[in-house]
């Protein structure tokens, strides 16, 4: 019984640079959520898909950008780096999105240099 | 936004004594309140949840209640153990289930 995947689970970037975060989610899931958690903080809501359709987004600049695919899986894009983009980023997924259990992946560390 | 408290942001108690967490939110339309532990260096965990419809739920030593009018709501650990050693995030979530979540606890059990 897989569980939420994330790839990669480090990353070094530096500032401008663009990068790109993977989630699959679990079988049967057709929710993505993408989360940003800085060091001691809580996660911050980025986006969520569903069925391949934006149902949500939060409070982060357009340089922050996503997309589901047909199998669900999706990725989460960040142009034009910058030193406070380094945290832990999680995706989580859910059966269909609302008010149901979100089960999040390991998350990406991306350090921003 | 939603916007949640948590309090408090650590808490430190002797193995086998109880944990109470309380966190409160802004938006009387949210409607599923989950709770999550992360262990250092891993992804948050669902412990458990409580949907609007209910007041209280529990599991085994795990407990939340629900006050929908005063909009708060807290996690109840009774009988500690060092394992339970992590940070816990209430989280809120209104319709779409995009999560809006509180600072942290850093709970110590001290054996």
């Given amino acids: 019984d897989a569980g939420v995947t994330q790839s990669p689970t480090h990353l070094i970037k530096t500032r401008g640079q663009q990068v790109t975060l993977r989630c699959?989610?679990?079988?049967?899931?057709?929710?993505?959520?993408?989360?940003?958690?800085?060091?001691?903080?809580?996660?911050?809501?980025?986006?969520?898909?569903?069925?391949?359709?934006?149902?949500?987004?939060?409070?982060?600049?357009?340089?922050?950008?996503?997309?589901?695919?047909?199998?669900?899986?999706?990725?989460?894009n960040v142009n034009a780096l910058l030193l406070g983009d380094s945290a832990l980023y999680l995706c989580a997924s859910s059966l269909a999105g609302q008010m149901e259990t979100q089960y999040f992946g390991p998350g990406t560390r991306l350090l921003v240099l | 936004g939603e916007?949640?408290?948590?309090?408090?942001?650590?808490?430190?108690?002797?193995?086998?004594?109880?944990?109470?967490?309380?966190?409160?939110?802004?938006?009387?339309?949210?409607?599923y309140f989950p709770w999550y532990k992360q262990e250092l260096g891993k992804r948050p965990q669902l412990i458990i949840d409580i949907r609007s419809n209910v007041g209280e739920k529990k599991d085994q030593r795990i407990a939340v209640t629900l006050n929908k009018t005063a909009k708060h709501f807290s996690l109840h650990i009774t009988e500690?153990?060092?394992?339970?050693?992590?940070?816990?995030?209430?989280?809120?979530?209104?319709g779409a289930n995009n999560l809006f979540f509180g600072t942290g606890t850093r709970l110590t059990v001290i054996p």
Avoid: M
Avoid at chain 1, 31 to 53: A, D, M, N, R, T
Avoid at chain 2, 80 to 94: G, I, L, N, W
């Fill in chain 2, 80 to 94: 500690t153990q060092p394992e339970d050693s992590a940070v816990y995030f209430c989280a809120v979530a209104t």
């Fill in chain 1, 24 to 76: 699959s989610p679990i079988s049967g899931h057709k929710s993505v959520s993408w989360y940003q958690q800085v060091l001691g903080q809580g996660p911050q809501f980025i986006f969520q898909y569903y069925e391949k359709e934006e149902r949500g987004r939060g409070n982060f600049p357009d340089r922050f950008s996503a997309r589901q695919f047909p199998n669900y899986s999706s990725e989460l």
């Fill in chain 2, 3 to 31: 916007n949640v408290e948590q309090h408090p942001s650590t808490l430190s108690v002797q193995e086998g004594d109880s944990a109470v967490i309380k966190c409160t939110y802004s938006d009387s339309a949210s409607n």
